[in-house]
């Protein structure tokens, strides 16, 4: 099937970029907040799509590497000093956020990816 783009698609992509730019020329920190917070999850979003690109049962994995991305960010240990800017809080908040969920999405996504064959070998019913 031809990938074609419609007036429809053109129009939700320009309506898009149009709210990401009034979202940028707000300057406000709240919008500045989700921005990082969004990109702190990028990795994991990558690792994910990453994994699941090898698998046969693509729902199954992807939802436990999100499981796994959500585990990871339990455990960043993060304990903001107080109150604090956003650019303040980029080292001691976004960063542990982005390392420790990419490396949660990481290992269980990859330990869900490795049982996969033998799922295939075992069905349920033997």
Known sequence: ??????????????????????????????????ALTVLSLTPAAIVCLTLVSFSRRRKTVMTITFIGAL?????????PPGPMTVWEAIEPVFIPIAI????????VGGIALAIEPLDARFPPGS
Do not use: H, K, N, W
């Open 100 to 107: 420790s969920s990419t490396f949660g999405a990481l290992v």
């Open 1 to 34: 099937m031809p990938r074609t783009f419609t007036l429809a698609r053109l129009m939700l992509g320009i309506t898009a970029f149009c709210i990401l730019c009034g979202l940028l020329a707000s300057r406000s920190e709240t919008v500045v907040a989700y």
């Open 71 to 79: 585990i990871g960010q339990l455990f960043a240990g993060i304990d």
